[in-house]
Structures are given as structure tokens and as C-alpha cells.
């Protein structure tokens, strides 16, 4: 976890200095000599928490305090009064205004540093508590609730998101006899990276739609889903690999393009064979051109998509397992009849931890025998 | 932290990446990088000659720097590609945006 950030306010030198050496063990500290400099530090990057003298020339700590409040994303900073005014009406006046510990000097060094770590431990529960479930709940928007349903065909999908996983996104569409699937991962991790996945899918979704009726070349869509995330400002700075496929079911025909993800695997009879032909990751160039390729499935063939959570698991030898280490354990998983449980065994078997440490996403396309 | 920045002349720096450029450090990198384009740097030569991990995170914060040089005509190069690097670019098709070069020294004499 990052280090937590301290802002000390205090006018007195010596003071000032011993807190900021004594605290700067722990935390990122930085310091300011009355409330005036402090709100503009705040205002340059808010820390996490505060600890201010109250009496001060310029803007004293009730001012400070008082200004902080007034502000949505200044208010709920954790705040520590460290005053000698240890008289009744200034400490209630500071506790009404919000104040979350106050501390009369002289002051023991160690008591302050436990006050610090019981309310920055606190404000961090609080944080992680709120990042899961908003977490969750993106993860399971940008997964669909079900699968298509064709005869002679079994379309299942997994997938497990890690609370600091990545933006795994997973879609599909009915367009006449033809399904769109779209599979991929917006990079980053964490909260921010499902954030900008569930605005991706949104865009995908969108240009899809508006794209239908003109075209049915996964390579056309892509190339304008590329050019939207290039272009568009709130998109800025968000790149994502990604798989359309468009799949003819009674034709037994997949046509997709590859914008840099994890290749899929075709598994038949004759081992897994990787599809290869991709081209380039989403939101770097503008005028990057991607085209599509034809396979045909097999009677009794499987076709098999996933995201990087589980190439990029380790095998004990401190590498990663790559594109062909996961391919090599969907050998024969075709005629399995629970082919994703077996695959995730696989990976872990050849991974030198037992559980995953990223999202995990697979989808299998069975065609019966 | 194991990057280390240094000027080549006032168009071009060189980063050396390190053990890793990851969740960890990204932020770290994109900021440092952020500071010498604001100073006039438009090239950069990254060193990927320690570089065992590189994973998504990182490749995003390379990208973003791409995407900020290049409307100022600046380049984005690699040298002394290690192995997991190497996967990668290929897994992204990026070798057609991120020329390579097998040494800090010939990217620097291309780019001079």
C-alpha cells in the first residue's frame, strides 16, 4: 500500500521540525507554518491526514478547519488538533466543528503517533471497504448474466475478478444468425482500470449498435472503435487489447480481428493450435489498420478466448507462463466435459501458487462431435 | 526505486527501467517523464537491459508517454530488449510504433 501522507501545521519552529522528523519516520510529511499555507498545500494534493496547532498568525487552525469543511473533498480529511489550550470551551469548539482527535501539549510523541494510526486505519478500512464493492459491482456489469443458446454448440464462460484485478470485459450480441462477441482487457489495475473498462464497453457497445447495419467486418468496427478511443478526450489515455468475433453458427465460421490480445486457441483432435494473426493494441495510433480472418470449427472442436490473468500466472521458475504455456493445457480439453474447470486446474498445477492473482476470464465455444 | 533518468542532450533522455516497471512504479515513471517533457524533452530511449517484468500497468504508463510525445514529433525507443519485454511487444504489436534498438548507444546515434 502507498504511503499514507501527513500534513503538519504548526507556526512554532522547533515544533514543527521535531514532528516532521518524528512523523517523517512513518509517513510522507509535509509541513506549513499557519493555516493559510496549509489550505494551499491541500489544495495542491490533499494528504490524508492533518495535524494543526490551533493558535497561529494569519489563519489560525479553527479558520483552517472551518475552510476545510466548507469543501465536499476537503471535509472528510481526518483532523487532529495539537494545541496548548487545553481549556473546555476551545476543546468543545474544536470537536463540534468536526474534529476527529484533539491533543493538549505537552504531548507525548507516542500517543500522538497512536492517534494517528488508529484514524488513519480507520479512514483506509473505510476506503478499501467502498473500492471492493464499487469494485464488484463493475465487475459484474461488464460480464453478461447469459449465454447464447445454439444447437450443436455449448457457449460457457468464466470469470473470477480479483479485488485488485484488472479491466476485464466480456460481451456478446445476436445480429440475424451471426453472434458478436467482444473480449478484452482495458490496462491498469484496480478500481481505475474497471472505471475505464465499464466506459470502454459502453463505447464498444455504442459503436457496435450504430455500426451494424453498414457493416458485419469485425476489422471495420474495430478500426472505429480505435479511432473513438484515439480521438475522444475522456477516453484519453486508455488502451485496451481486444477480440470481436463474429460467429455464424450455422456455418460453423468465426471471423475475427485481434487488437494485441491473448491469441485464442483452437482445439481439436491434432493438439491446440494458436490463431495468430493480430494487429496492433487499441488507443496508441489512430490510423492503425486491422483486418479479419476466417476459421472454421471443427465437428467436435473447441474454440477458446481468456485475458491475460492467466498467462501472466507464474510457473515456479519465476517466468511467466506465456501464450504457449496456456495453450498447452487445453490439450484434449475438447473432448472434456467440464473444460474451463479443468484449464484453471491446469494453469495452477503449472503456476507455483495455488490460486490466481489476477482477473480470470475464459470463454469456450464447444462444437459437438 | 529502481528507475534512473538521465540526459542525453536537451531533446533526449534516457530511462533506465530497472527490475520491473509495473503497478508499482508506473506512476512514478509517467510523473518523472512528465517533468523532463515539461523541461523540452521529446525523446526517449528506454533501457529495458535488467527488465524482467513488464506487465500491463507499466506498458500503459509507455504508452501515455507516447501518446504525449508524439504530436511533438518525439520518438519512443527501446534498447537492450530483454526477453519478457520482448513478449510483450510482440503480444501487442507494438515493435511497428516502438523501434528497437540492441544498445542505449546506437538508439543514440539514430536519434542524434
Redesign the interface.
Known sequence: MAENSILIVEDERTLRRLLEYRLGKTYRVRTAANGEEALAYVHEEAPDLIVSDIMMPKMDGFALQDALSEEKSTRAIPFIFLTAKADETSKQRGMRTGVDDYITKPFDIDQLLSRIDRLLERANVYQSQLDAKLGQDFSERLMPKRMPEEPGYDATFYNKPREYG?GDIFDWKKAGDDYFFTLG?V????LQAKFYAFSFLGYVRSSLKAMMDSTRSPAKLMQKINQVLVEDEVM??T?A?LLLIRWNPKRHELTYANA?H??PVLVTDNGPELITY????L???GDTEYQDSTLTIPPGAAFMAYT?GLM?QQPPD???L??EGVMRCTENLHTDDAPIDRLLEQVLDASHNDQFDDDILVFWLQRHA | MSLELKTHNEETVIVRIGKALDFRNASEFKAQCQDQVQEGARNFILDFSDTGILDSTGLGSIFSLYRQVSPLNGQVVFASVSRPVQVVVQLTRTYKVFRQFPSVEAAQDTLA
Open positions: 484488472g482487457d490496462m491498469g489495475k484496480g484519453e489515455n488502451f487489447s494485441g491473448c491469441r493480430s494487429d496492433m493494441i488507443g496508441l495510433k491475460d501472466e519465476g517466468t511467466m506465456g501464450e
